[in-house]
């Protein structure tokens, strides 16, 4: 279950790059972005189902397991490949490679249970439920103006 | 003696990283990257099993031997200027990728551009999407 963002609601406290710098051992995987100021979106791995990154990775380090991009530390080299393979710059490499792992062990990411916004969830559905409640709203409210 | 194969060599981070005796050394200003290895002698096959180009070999130790040195210029990116990789790594991983997976919506090749700009034009096109559901949503 990868963690889904709900851009309108994010307020770019960048509180979720110090939640996972927190658990992460000082290095962050989410980044947040401000698009001049009209928004603000972090940016993370999507956990994509044919990922780059582990088709670049010629040790096996980076994997699919389910869902979720895996990485195993034992197996990195930091040779640098799957950092210019990630189609959204969302892996790094610093000695060994780093990118998100959803909290591995954790019951939530700490990033979605940190945002105060709750811009962040695991839910996939959330985010459409928000925006069909914000158009039912808006439509009994006689339109958004 | 480790010996190194220049035309198959990527200018990746592997060897270096992976050298217990510090024997390989990386080097990096803001337009190169160079490699160097050392004369070893140590029994140890580290980098030549970590080579993602299978470019190194061990050879019996020989002083006359010159040591191994590369050079890179590093690739400028397509947005930003900013260099930041070498060009056999982003040939790399043209081809391994799918080709249809090496241009996004937008026709960008996106291999060669850097991952902070990578990451600007998601969030980008992610406000995009997002005034246009609320453009939608007005009568």
Redesign the interface.
């Known amino acids: 279950m990868p963690v889904y963002?709900d851009?309108?609601r994010c307020i770019g406290c960048r509180s979720c790059e110090v939640a996972c710098q927190r658990v992460h051992g000082g290095s962050e995987h989410i980044?947040v972005?401000?698009?001049g100021d009209?928004?603000s979106?972090p940016?993370f791995c999507h956990h994509c189902e044919?990922a780059?990154c582990t088709?670049?990775c010629?040790?096996g380090a980076l994997y699919k397991e389910g869902d979720r991009t895996a990485f195993d530390v034992e197996k990195c080299?930091?040779?640098?490949?799957c950092?210019?393979?990630?189609?959204?710059?969302?892996?790094?490499?610093n000695?060994?490679a780093h990118k998100c792992d959803l909290c591995e062990g954790r019951a939530e990411p700490t990033c979605v249970t940190t945002c105060p916004a709750n811009a962040l969830s695991t839910d996939y559905e959330l985010a459409s439920r928000r925006?069909r409640a914000?158009?039912v709203r808006?439509a009994a409210q006689g339109?958004?103006? | 003696m480790i010996k190194v194969d220049a035309s198959l060599c990527?200018g990746?981070?592997?060897c270096s990283?992976?050298c217990p005796s510090q024997n390989i050394v990386l080097t990096e200003t803001a337009k190169q990257r160079s490699i160097h290895w050392k004369r070893c002698k140590e029994e140890c096959d580290l980098c030549v099993e970590?080579c993602?180009a299978k470019a190194l070999t061990l050879v019996p130790f020989d002083e006359s031997v010159p040591e191994p040195d590369i050079s890179f210029d590093l690739v400028a990116c397509k947005i930003c200027g900013s260099r930041?990789?070498t060009e056999p790594?982003?040939r790399?991983?043209e081809s391994?990728?799918p080709a249809d997976?090496q241009k996004?919506s937008e026709g960008l090749e996106?291999?060669r551009v850097?991952?902070?700009?990578?990451?600007?034009i998601?969030?980008?096109r992610?406000?995009q999407?997002?005034?246009l559901?609320?453009s939608r949503?007005?009568?």
Not at chain 1, 77 to 81: I, R, S
Not at chain 1, 83 to 93: E, H, I, R, Y
Not at chain 2, 114 to 120: F, H, K, L, T, V
């Open positions: 963002i851009v309108a980044n972005h401000f698009v009209f928004a979106v940016i044919e780059s088709i670049a010629f040790s080299t930091g040779c640098g490949l950092s210019l393979a990630c189609p959204f710059g969302v892996v790094w490499t000695k060994i925006a914000r158009a808006d339109g958004r103006r | 990527l990746c981070r592997s990283n992976v970590f993602p930041y990789a790594m982003l790399r991983i391994a990728l997976s996004d996106w291999i850097c991952p902070i700009c990578r990451r600007s998601e969030a980008k992610a406000t999407q997002m005034v559901g609320r949503k007005s009568p």
